[in-house]
T-cell receptor
Framework: NAGVTQTPKFRVLKTGQSMTLLCAQDMNHEYMYWYRQDPGMGLRLIHY???????AKGEVPDGYNVSRLKKQNFLLGLESAAPSQTSVYFC?????????FGPGTRLTVT | AQSVTQLDSQVPVFEEAPVELRCNYSSSVSVYLFWYVQYPNQGLQLLLKYLSGSTLVKGINGFEAEFNKSQTSFHLRKPSVHISDTAEYFCAVSFNQAGTALIFGKGTTLSVSS
């Protein structure tokens, strides 16, 4: 099992560009989450999904969109990147209570 | 609303010394509690969790934590640390309902030196 994988691992964007981060899990988990990690802030929830075809907003959803067309995939989109979105993005999945995290995507917006 | 406070942002210790990383939470309902570790440039790995039952929870790498409901705390301890324990540690809580997201503290950086 690969667990939770994230693509890409690193990315540099210019302000205004768009991109999509892909999260995939092979554990047949119902629940998936996107967090961002900033120095001194811990991890904050961006969006989450409780099942295929469903998504919901978390603590810091502005500037992001998500989709969960397939149970195993959870996509995070930035339509018009801003320097404030420079961060490390983590995806996680869970079956009940314990969340399993991917290795992260380090995004820099210049 | 739930919140998590990690009382120390940085904890420097010498190798083989004991360590305690402090975590307090605020919630009006029952919660589940977790400690995660993040090694440099890596993702998060679960150290231990409290869902119910015994308030003393043992985790991986010799770590343990004690749930204290009256003090709303979930402090992480290790009796003797190693250089390899140098990492960032996150305390997190969730509602006691399957699938709810985690609320994280801001993290504690544990630095172990020889």
């Amino acid at each position: 099992n690969a667990g939770v994988t994230q693509t890409p691992k690193f990315r540099v964007l210019k302000t205004g560009q768009s991109m999509t981060l892909l999260c995939a899990q092979d554990m047949n988990h119902e629940y998936m989450y996107w967090y961002r990690q900033d120095p001194g802030m811990g991890l904050r929830l961006i969006h989450y999904s409780v099942g295929e075809g469903t998504t919901a907003k978390g603590e810091v959803p502005d500037g992001y969109n998500v989709s969960r067309l397939k149970k195993q995939n959870f996509l995070l989109g930035l339509e018009s990147a801003a320097p404030s979105q420079t961060s490390v993005y983590f995806c996680a999945s869970s079956w009940k209570y314990e969340q399993y995290f991917g290795p992260g995507t380090r995004l820099t917006v210049t | 609303a739930q919140s998590v406070t990690q009382l120390d942002s940085q904890v420097p210790v010498f190798e083989e010394a004991p360590v305690e990383l402090r975590c307090n939470y605020s919630s009006s309902v029952s919660v589940y509690l977790f400690w995660y570790v993040q090694y440099p440039n890596q993702g998060l790995q679960l150290l231990l969790k409290y869902l119910s039952g015994s308030t003393l929870v043992k985790g991986i790498n010799g770590f343990e934590a004690e749930f204290n409901k009256s003090q709303t705390s979930f402090h992480l301890r290790k009796p003797s640390v190693h250089i390899s324990d140098t990492a960032e540690y996150f305390c997190a809580v969730s509602f006691n309902q399957a699938g709810t997201a985690l609320i994280f503290g801001k993290g504690t950086t544990l630095s172990v030196s020889s």
